[in-house]
């Protein structure tokens, strides 16, 4: 597979929404397909041994849609190369496999994504994979967190999950570089809408796209964008060997979501900014996380590096963790489940939900908070929505 036919047409320097809508992909030589069509085949015909048509041989290495997935992110983080895999978890245990060997260490946020710290606590540890964790909006303790010579990856997110605490990519990708170690930065909850930390810095994007990238809470998918060719193609080896490559199908959603990720940001950042405002002057809700606020300790950075501060919140309420739980189970509109990113509106109770695999360590999240992924519904349906259930 050449890297013409994995990566073409990023439309470089284009506007994002129109990179969205058509990089990756030429409308079809042959009929003139406008969208890429979903090619359900496991191999292609060669033209005797070894003589590939447009470089495609079997479709875990390689598929048109697929293709032009990865070819369409790359663009939107301002890559060179992205690859597409069957979950966001995956991407991540396809990435740490690439770049780490046993007896390396990594950072990861002190309130990373259960799933995240699920991967290394519990698989990647086995594995011989060492790690720390710091808050990735303290410089200081990721620096001091780094263990020299060893640690390979300081993995941020940014916003965090669920805190939406902020990491200053650019200045995290100092301290890594400083010492010898790559700057992962997990996307998801900004998209590359609102934020490309490569372009800030950062070595490898990666992406849950089951959430904003996708948009419509239909599918599972995970990718990985990077900048620097050689461990592009590592990176491509490992994607290749291990084989959790996105189905075409899957390929397919992800792309379609992709074309419309900028409007439906820009509508998702909108309600959640009145949802916000609901919040903050709300009597049963102790402590809005929203980085738009003014008062949040990562504003000013996220004001630099985001454009703007996305659709995620999260709150405390009183009442502890009862009223938490009844919050949830009240909401009519906003729909109790976990997941984000979606054009519809979730609420999820993090410490008994997602991050239910951090409770009893240090990641633990406190029991009173609630998050939301505000959708694009009409606003004043989820405020009124979101008044009725906290009583
Ligand atoms: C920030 C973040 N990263 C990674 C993942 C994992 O992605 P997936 O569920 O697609 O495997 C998630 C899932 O919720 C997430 O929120």
Known sequence: ??????????????????RAIHAGYEPDPMTGSVIPPIYATSTYKQDGVGGLRGGYEYSRSANPTRAALEGNIAALEEGERGFAFASGLVAEDTLL????????????????YGGTFRLVDKVATRWGLEYSHASVSDIGAVGAAIVPGRTKVVWIETPTNPLLNIGDIEALAAVAHDAGALLVVDNTFASPYLQQPLVLGADVVVHSTTKYCGGHSDVVGGALVVRDLELAEWIAFHHNAIGAVASPFDSWLVLRGLKTLGVRMDRHCDNAEQVVEF???HRAVTQVFYPGLEEHPGHEIAGRQMKRYGGIVSFRVTGGEEHALDVCAKAEVITLGESLGGVESLIEHPGRMTHASVEGTDLEV????????????????????????LG
């Open 97 to 112: 496999r690439a770049i780490c060997n046993p007896g390396d260490h990594v950072v990861i946020p002190d309130d990373a």
């Open 279 to 281: 919040l903050t002057g």
């Open 366 to 389: 406190p029991s009173d908070l609630i998050r939301l992924s505000v959708g694009i519904e009409t606003a004043e349906d989820l405020l009124a929505d979101l008044d009725q259930a």
């Open 1 to 18: 597979m050449t890297e013409q036919h994995r990566q073409p047409h990023q439309l470089k320097g284009q506007g994002f929404d129109t």
